[in-house]
């Protein structure tokens, strides 16, 4: 089994910073993807940025020239480092991972979210 475990949410005033962390564990054989998806009240979860195993990235045109997803392969990391925050940022800050455990097919993972609120 996979399991995903976010950090770093928080209140933060407009203009500020946040980073979030998303650490995979667990019997992991291979990692495909990352991504960070968010989800506001009333609005349908939206992807937000996502990292391939080959090095490509796509980012959501909200956050483009703000956000910057990374990932450190040897600790089954992935970063948002969030800048220029905006209120509708606010938001439940889902990771996913498409994993393979073992010899299993490659799955789709969750982590339980983390809030992060942009508010003066």
């Known amino acids: 089994q996979v399991q995903l475990v976010e950090s770093g949410g928080g209140l933060v005033q407009p203009g500020g910073s946040l980073r979030l962390s998303c650490t995979a564990s667990?019997?992991?054989?291979?990692?495909?993807?990352m991504a960070w998806y968010r989800q506001a009240p009333g609005k349908q979860r939206e992807l937000v940025a996502t990292?391939?195993?080959?090095?490509?990235?796509v980012y959501a045109d909200s956050v483009k020239g703000r956000f910057t997803i990374s990932r450190d392969s040897a600790k089954n990391t992935v970063y948002l480092q969030m800048n220029s925050l905006k209120p509708e940022d606010t938001a439940v800050y889902y990771c996913?991972?498409?994993?393979?455990?073992?010899?299993?097919?490659?799955?789709?993972?969750w982590g339980q979210g983390t809030q992060v609120t942009v508010s003066s």
């Open positions: 996913n991972g498409v994993i393979r455990s073992g010899s299993y097919n490659p799955m789709n993972y």
């Open positions: 990292i391939i195993s080959t090095g490509n990235i």
């Open positions: 667990g019997r992991i054989s291979n990692i495909y993807t």
